[in-house]
């Protein structure tokens, strides 16, 4: 049995899990818990009393903030967490623990994710064995890539590319460029593309009224509801700031494999993702338009692609045999 957890800056999905998948899975809210530490520690005392094994032969947990292979410590970006890989073997029966960035842990999960998990947005030309690009917001945002390698599993290439700065393609994202600007000094594509970015382009569709007090999942119900303009260009303006950043990464790294969008916001706006500017600033590539439209996009509709990941790094790592699936009939609470 594995230990495979996804630790965002707001929530925590964590499970058991063996060669067929999850077995007992629980989402948190890291405010309950004071840190990492203790949120695994009631996880487990919780799992045991449940019947379920209290030792285990690896874990790996995903981590929403830069992971530096070798180091054994990571900090959350957006959570004032420290998690310490060897701290934690000491206290807790994991055993063999790798820390990875959740993103890369998205990238090693697509493989389990079936065709209802999933919605074409641009069906491309796929050419097996290219990239794979897997990004998308929620309280940051998250790229990482699958390349090919010498065994199944490939190559994770981890990054954090959205921290590179914003780069607005027409007037009205220079004047949203120059109005966080003013606020925030220099702008990352994070800082727009994000939950807390809806709300600054929520704020800047109203005339940059700071006192705005919607929350993303507010603004985005407004949007889809057609019934509130300024969450509608909102929306607009944040997806066409995402499509345009994802499609310079999908040529970055010339990801014929697909393009993957994964975060906790993609299931929630799908409808406008569809119908959406996000295509369209995607597509816009100049002399580079053609192939930019033959790279795959896939919405990824299931919300524990990570902690997936997770438990096949888990596996992987402690020399388990057979693929890792998605949920096996496991209790999932």
């Given at each position: 049995?594995?230990?495979?957890?996804?630790?965002?800056?707001t929530?925590?999905l964590?499970?058991?899990?063996?060669?067929?998948?999850?077995?007992?899975?629980k989402?948190i809210?890291?405010?309950?818990?004071?840190?990492a530490?203790?949120?695994?520690?009631?996880?487990?005392?919780?799992?045991?009393?449940?019947?379920?094994?209290?030792?285990?032969?690896?874990?790996?947990?995903?981590?929403?903030?830069?992971?530096?292979?070798?180091?054994?410590?990571?900090?959350?970006?957006?959570?004032?967490?420290?998690?310490?890989?060897?701290?934690?073997?000491?206290?807790?029966p994991?055993?063999?623990?790798?820390?990875?960035?959740?993103?890369?842990?998205?990238?090693?999960?697509?493989?389990?994710?079936d065709?209802?998990?999933?919605?074409?947005?641009?069906?491309?030309?796929?050419?097996?064995?290219?990239?794979?690009?897997?990004l998308?917001?929620?309280?940051?945002?998250?790229?990482?890539?699958?390349?090919?390698?010498?065994?199944?599993?490939?190559?994770?290439?981890?990054?954090?590319?959205?921290?590179?700065?914003?780069?607005?393609t027409?007037?009205?994202?220079?004047d949203l460029?120059?109005?966080?600007?003013a606020?925030?000094?220099?702008?990352?594509?994070?800082?727009?593309?994000?939950?807390?970015?809806?709300?600054?382009?929520?704020?800047?569709?109203?005339?940059?009224?700071?006192?705005?007090?919607?929350?993303?999942?507010?603004?985005?119900?407004?949007?889809?509801?057609?019934?509130?303009?300024?969450?509608?260009h909102?929306?607009?303006?944040?997806?066409?700031v995402?499509?345009?950043?994802?499609?310079?990464?999908?040529?970055?790294?010339?990801?014929?494999?697909?393009?993957?969008?994964?975060?906790?916001?993609?299931?929630?706006?799908?409808?406008?993702l569809?119908?959406?500017?996000?295509?369209?600033?995607?597509?816009d590539?100049?002399?580079?338009?053609?192939?930019?439209?033959?790279?795959?996009?896939?919405?990824?509709?299931?919300?524990?692609?990570?902690?997936?990941?997770?438990?096949?790094?888990?596996?992987?790592?402690?020399?388990?045999?057979?693929?890792?699936?998605?949920?096996?009939?496991?209790?999932?609470?």
């Amino acid at each position: 049995m594995f230990l495979a957890a996804d630790i965002g800056g707001t929530k925590t999905l964590i499970a058991l899990g063996d060669q067929g998948g999850i077995r007992y899975q629980k989402r948190i809210l890291n405010d309950e818990h004071p840190g990492a530490a203790a949120l695994i520690g009631a996880f487990l005392r919780e799992a045991a009393a449940a019947g379920l094994p209290a030792a285990f032969d690896g874990a790996c947990l995903a981590l929403a903030g830069p992971v530096e292979p070798g180091i054994g410590r990571a900090r959350l970006t957006n959570r004032d967490w420290e998690i310490d890989a060897g701290q934690l073997a000491r206290t807790l029966p994991l055993g063999p623990l790798t820390l990875l960035n959740d993103f890369a842990a998205s990238a090693a999960g697509v493989a389990t994710l079936d065709a209802e998990e999933t919605r074409v947005l641009q069906a491309g030309e796929p050419r097996p064995g290219s990239p794979r690009l897997v990004l998308g917001p929620g309280t940051g945002l998250g790229v990482a890539a699958w390349l090919p390698g010498e065994t199944e599993a490939g190559r994770i290439l981890t990054s954090e590319a959205g921290h590179i700065g914003f780069a607005p393609t027409n007037r009205e994202q220079r004047d949203l460029l120059a109005h966080l600007a003013a606020r925030h000094g220099r702008v990352t594509v994070e800082r727009i593309v994000s939950g807390s970015g809806l709300v600054l382009c929520h704020q800047f569709c109203t005339g940059g009224n700071p006192a705005c007090t919607l929350t993303p999942a507010q603004i985005s119900r407004r949007a889809l509801a057609g019934d509130d303009p300024p969450s509608e260009h909102a929306l607009d303006l944040f997806l066409a700031v995402f499509g345009a950043f994802a499609g310079d990464m999908a040529l970055s790294f010339l990801a014929r494999g697909g393009v993957f969008l994964a975060g906790g916001i993609v299931p929630k706006i799908l409808p406008r993702l569809v119908d959406g500017p996000f295509l369209g600033a995607f597509n816009d590539k100049a002399e580079y338009a053609a192939l930019a439209a033959a790279i795959p996009i896939v919405a990824v509709l299931s919300e524990d692609l990570a902690l997936r990941g997770a438990l096949a790094t888990a596996r992987h790592r402690a020399g388990a045999s057979g693929p890792a699936t998605g949920h096996a009939g496991g209790i999932v609470k």
